[in-house]
């Protein structure tokens, strides 16, 4: 994960497990797919990229909640 001397982001690949939930701005709550994610890390949030149909979504959860989703395995890291 970047830090204030090292401010590069770092991007794992995973898939998500379980519930995934984040909110679209101020609208309600949605669910990231199971299957692979591309997670960025960044000092203060983990931004989540997943494939759709013919693009991608993203979606920015705040760090704390992703150590969650890590802990709870609805975000599994791959080796």
């Known amino acids: 994960m970047s830090t204030p001397g090292n401010p590069t982001p770092i991007t794992r690949q995973a898939r998500v497990a379980g519930a995934v939930k984040y909110r679209l701005g101020d609208g309600p ?22 494939a759709v149909d013919e693009g991608r979504q993203s979606a920015a959860v705040p760090l704390h909640e992703y150590q969650r989703m890590l802990r709870d395995r609805a975000i599994v890291l791959d080796a």
């Open 29 to 50: 709550m949605c669910k990231v797919p199971p299957g692979p994610v591309e997670v960025t890390l960044a000092a203060t949030d983990a931004t989540l990229t997943w």
